[in-house]
């Protein structure tokens, strides 16, 4: 079984930044990609940032040139470094890693406040 923790959430103002973490626990997964998603009260649970065992990367319109998604030293962690904040930002922060089997583990959520 593998679990994903992430952390790294909480409470900034208008125009702060914060920095996600995710982990998967099991090393000899293989992983096929490492992405974070976002759902605010009311709404679905939408795309935030993605990145590929090859590096490649995709974002949603609204984080871009904002967010960036990298991959740590360890091949299981991923971060998400949220700059320019806004209340709209606010929401749960889940991240997803999916094996190259097509397999799919989620995290159980950092909350994100954004303050105005």
């Known amino acids: 079984q593998v679990q994903v923790v992430e952390s790294g959430g909480g409470l900034v103002q208008t125009g702060g930044s914060l920095r996600l973490s995710c982990a998967a626990s099991r090393s000899t997964f293989s992983i096929n990609t490492m992405g974070w998603y976002r759902q605010a009260p009311g709404k679905q649970r939408e795309l935030v940032a993605l990145?590929?065992?090859?590096?490649?990367?995709v974002y949603a319109d609204s984080v871009k040139g904002r967010f960036t998604i990298s991959r740590g030293n360890g091949v299981n962690t991923v971060y998400l470094q949220m700059n320019s904040l806004n209340p709209e930002d606010t929401a749960v922060y889940y991240c997803?890693?999916?094996?190259?089997?097509?397999?799919?583990?989620w995290g159980r959520g950092t909350q994100v406040t954004i303050s105005s």
């Open positions: 990145i590929g065992s090859s590096g490649y990367t």
């Open positions: 997803k890693v999916k094996s190259n089997g097509g397999s799919n583990y």
